[in-house]
């Protein structure tokens, strides 16, 4: 059982930036795929950011280029890093984490943006970005 907190959102200007952050509770925390995800009322939640045990990111369209994903292992830690800051990128932010896959004495991990793929979640913090 891994259990995450998120932490650091707020409210921002249109074009302004913010960082959020979110720690995990297990001692193997290298071996996760971890990822932000987001969701507005009313909305499907949607992948935005994916780092691999191998420190690989990938990012949704809408976010690429202005949000940066990374993580410290020695921290347990996993961060996004939101840049140039819409409207449209307010919305509750959560930590995902899924198990990386291991084949032979590689971790690898699936880096999808799909939310049904993380089985472990975080309650979320607020981002509201104001025009």
């Known amino acids: 059982q891994v259990q995450l907190v998120e932490s650091g959102g707020g409210s921002v200007q249109s074009g302004g930036s913010l960082k959020v952050s979110c720690v995990a509770s297990t001692n193997e925390f290298s071996d996760y795929c971890m990822g932000w995800f987001r969701q507005v009322p009313g909305k499907e939640r949607e992948g935005v950011a994916i780092i691999g045990a191998d420190h690989y990111a990938t990012y949704a369209p809408s976010v690429e280029g202005r949000f940066t994903i990374s993580r410290d292992n020695a921290k347990n830690m996993v961060y996004l890093e939101l840049n140039s800051l819409k409207p449209e990128d307010a919305a509750m932010y959560y930590c995902?984490?899924?198990?990386?896959?291991?084949?032979?004495?590689?971790?690898?991990?699936?880096?999808?943006?799909?939310?049904?793929?993380?089985?472990?979640w975080g309650q979320g913090t607020q981002v509201t970005v104001s025009s």
């Open positions: 995902a984490a899924e198990p990386a896959l291991r084949l032979s004495s590689t971790l690898v991990c699936a880096m999808s943006l799909i939310p049904s793929q993380y089985t472990y």
